[in-house]
């Protein structure tokens, strides 16, 4: 993101241009007006890393611009699509590296994270080796800020405190907690993934019958939509993100949802009546009555065993992160399914990128 882009008096009409291009994408489709989701147009960014820059015998934060100036380094004091946490902090955190020789050597890249209900993180990445000087000194650093921190090189991990936060906001008259691992994927824009949230929630308010979830991360959208239905089968890859599923899971008191460490492509060969799988070992496939799929997949999409596997649903909820996969995707289900309602959030202001949702029936 080019800095001198975030300019909330530009915000609508990038808005529009973006909501426009969507429409364009999705021209023959079926597509209903979507419903609009804005993001707030300064700090709405929950996450943020820098490369330190070292010239003079300071260090600031930098970035890179984009396209053919990709070498071009910016130093930055400031950015503001940051979370305030992150902005208040971050000038107070490089002028205490700058007054520390150990925290300060070959230091980086700093990451940041918080979350609405007030936590905050940072991790700081060095080009050496971190010893007790460098945890007493961090240590210091953490205590004074009031912060989770973690030190990084290559094959070393520091954790002062913990490695993770908790994030908490209301929806629906509920308090959903999600614990956010650092290193981990995590929505960036809260108010918006909000949003997300009670849009996807209503969708299918009157499905009934079971959910199939793939892709689903840490929980995210499982918590929010378990109770809608009988029984959630949720699959995800990633051990890191199963760990804190299960974790979300209990934190919200969740108890009709199993949790399998599976590939989209591993599922769809299970339910169409594959090989067997060890993971599954403990899963009666037969005893689910599926009303739904839902599905929140990589830039890349659905690949065709899923989308065959798809097509044997009466509704599917489909959230994207890239609308041209998502049209493919909906082009292949075309004979099958319409688009009942759509949905777009703007998670990533003053860029190109932006979140859909689609919610997809049988024909008649």
Known sequence: M??????PAQYESQLADKLANFRRDFAGLGLPEPEVFRSAPLHYRMRAEFRLWHHGGRIDYAMFESGEDSKKVVLIDDFPAAAKPICDLMPRLRDALQESEVLKRKLFQVEFLSTHSGELMVCLIYHRPLGDDWVEAAQALADRFGVQLIGRSRKQKIVLG???LLESFELDGRTLRYQQIEGSFTQPNVSVNRQMLGWACR????????????YCGNGNFTIALAPAFDKVLATEVSKSSVRAAHYNLDA????????VRMSSDEISDALAGG???????DVALDSYRFSTLFVDPPRSGLDAATVELARGFDRI???SC??????DNVAALQDTHEIAAAAVFDQFPYTHHLESGLLLKRRA
């Open 275 to 281: 090989r067997e799988y060890r993971r599954m070992k």
């Open 2 to 7: 080019s800095l001198d882009r975030i300019d």
């Open 322 to 327: 890239n609308p041209v996969t998502l049209r």
């Open 317 to 319: 909820l489909y959230i």
């Open 162 to 164: 913990r490695d993770w």
């Open 203 to 214: 969708q299918v308010a009157d499905a009934g019958g079971d959910l199939l979830e793939l």
């Open 252 to 259: 919200n008191g969740v108890g009709n949802v199993t949790m």
